[in-house]
């Protein structure tokens, strides 16, 4: 008998993106388990509206503190995580129904590959086709370990598989969407990297940038994605790797605004 699973659908203010990604989660989810962050927006009424989903709610830490909270109340002994802007295709549907007919015991969890989108456009190199991430898991053996941003699992890489089709990934529609996120990914990436011991450097500002767009661009061949291919590229490269660096030297090195009130408060005490 195919073992169950439940879709785990983290977000906040997902308006536009949460019912094609339940309708999509629908293909393959036993059950799906939307878990909001605080939304402000019309995001549980939409999941409301939608129906057949069962839906959690808890003030949001940082991610791996939340997803670990909310992977223990899946159902099923499978959990498949999809983020709001991510998209289960039927044939990746299908690959997971498949496996879950007879589930190799020494496995813990399988690893996705994304089709990436960038403002609609298909990115198909500079990085965004190799990447993979463990998604499906067993619900009581994978926990995240903790970090502010781009959590991963405490897991032996040796108990991983790799899933042979691929989650869709819509992941910006427009640079205000861009730069919302990637100020908070850039502060809590660069925080991640002092909690490790981590400074900034004349050759992590300087270098290091022109470093990542040549690997990008070049390399792994971001050229060939045309011009919306350049500004992925640029933009992880002198957006995300250069201010991280830049939020290292910040907290290093910065000097805070002197608070002209304060200076006028004690001249007026010692008046």
């Known amino acids: 008998m195919a073992e169950k699973i439940t879709v785990l659908i983290p977000c906040k203010n997902e308006r536009m993106n949460i019912r094609p990604c339940i309708e999509a989660a629908r293909l393959v989810a036993d059950e799906i388990l939307v878990a909001d962050s605080g939304s402000t927006d019309d995001t549980?009424?939409?999941?409301?509206?939608?129906?057949?989903?069962?839906?959690?709610?808890?003030?949001?830490?940082?991610?791996?503190?939340?997803?670990?909270?909310?992977?223990?109340?899946?159902?099923?002994?499978?959990?498949?995580?999809?983020?709001?802007?991510?998209?289960?295709?039927?044939?990746?549907?299908?690959?997971?129904?498949?496996?879950?007919?007879?589930?190799?015991?020494?496995?813990?969890?399988?690893?996705?590959?994304?089709?990436?989108?960038?403002?609609?456009?298909?990115?198909?190199?500079?990085?965004?086709?190799?990447?993979?991430?463990?998604?499906?898991?067993?619900?009581?053996?994978?926990r995240y370990r903790q970090g502010r941003v781009h959590e991963g699992f405490n897991v032996d890489p040796k108990r991983l598989g790799l899933l042979k089709n691929r989650l869709l990934h819509y992941t910006l529609w427009s640079y205000d969407q861009y730069f919302f996120k990637y100020v908070n990914y850039t502060r809590w990436g660069a925080l991640d990297m002092w909690d490790k011991g981590k400074r900034s450097s004349t050759l992590g500002l300087l270098v290091r940038p022109f470093l990542r767009f040549f690997q990008l661009y070049?390399?792994?061949?971001?050229?060939?994605?045309?011009?919306?291919?350049?500004?992925?590229?640029?933009?992880?490269?002198?957006?995300?790797?250069?201010?991280?660096?830049?939020?290292?030297?910040?907290?290093?090195?910065?000097?805070?605004?002197?608070?002209?009130?304060?200076a006028a408060e004690e001249q007026r005490r010692a008046a």
């Open 218 to 262: 070049i390399l792994r061949g971001g050229f060939l994605d045309g011009r919306a291919g350049i500004q992925v590229c640029m933009l992880q490269a002198f957006f995300v790797t250069f201010v991280k660096q830049a939020r290292l030297w910040e907290r290093e090195h910065g000097l805070p605004q002197p608070n002209p009130e304060e």
């Open 44 to 142: 549980m009424d939409i999941v409301r509206d939608a129906g057949g989903c069962r839906l959690i709610e808890r003030e949001f830490v940082n991610y791996a503190d939340f997803k670990n909270w909310a992977i223990p109340q899946a159902s099923h002994p499978w959990v498949f995580i999809v983020d709001a802007d991510e998209r289960v295709t039927p044939e990746l549907a299908q690959e997971i129904r498949q496996l879950l007919e007879a589930p190799p015991e020494n496995l813990q969890g399988y690893r996705v590959q994304f089709d990436g989108h960038f403002m609609g456009h298909r990115i198909r190199h500079g990085g965004w086709d190799t990447v993979d991430v463990l998604r499906l898991i067993r619900r009581d053996e994978c």
